[in-house]
């Protein structure tokens, strides 16, 4: 692994779809320059499980935006803490995968969770994962990565994941509830997925992790040699 630092603390913006890796890849990059890793999908899964837990209509957009500004959430030793309860594995089902797919959609919870995001990104130091970060959260973000993977191979590594069901769960259900979840996130009104027109596409198929990060951390060194 890669030892040099950058020169500055930067933003680094992880976008791509559901299923590419995103998590993994985020976080040992993080570690490897030493920086946080914030996952904004968990922040719409925390506002998604609690208003579940508090019994709040999702239809509620109002409600939902003004429980999203009030939530505590903290990562702590890469556990998710909403309002001092543990939810790392509740937020990994799919009835929160549903769940979280219809908040992301409501512009005012999303106005709400970006200010956050960004409150919590600029200081720099900072590699955040997501659906709009190099479009939305941070257009100015110093480098931006979208991570894609074949269907196929997202399904196969989703249906892997033990934090979301283990094996059990059939392939093809996966791959139908991944494909559902990508035409949400790609079609929906509000900051739809897209690539931002200056990130740089890293096709992880049949690319170990190990590699996707090497891959990544030389993007990160030539950018900000040439930019320095
Ligand atoms: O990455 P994930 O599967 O944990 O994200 C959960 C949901 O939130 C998913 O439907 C996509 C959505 N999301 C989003 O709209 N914008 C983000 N920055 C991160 C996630």
Redesign the pocket.
Known sequence: MANTQPSRPIILAI?GP??VG??TVSRALAEALGYRHI???????AV?WKAREQGLPLDGEVAVADLASRIEMSMEHAALIVDGVDVTRA??TPEI?HA??????MPRV?AV??QR?RALGRPGGVVM?????GT??FPDADVKIYLDASPEERARRRAADPTHGGSAKALVEVATALAA?DQ??QT?A??P?TIAPDAILVDTTGVPVEEVVERVLEIVRSRLSIDD
């Open positions: 976008d559901s299923g995103k998590g996952d904004t999908g968990a922040m719409y899964r998604a937020i990994r995968d979280a797919a219809t908040v992301a959609r999303r969770l970006v995001q994962e997501g659906r709009d970060i939305v959260v979840r949400s996130d929906r509000a900051s997925l």
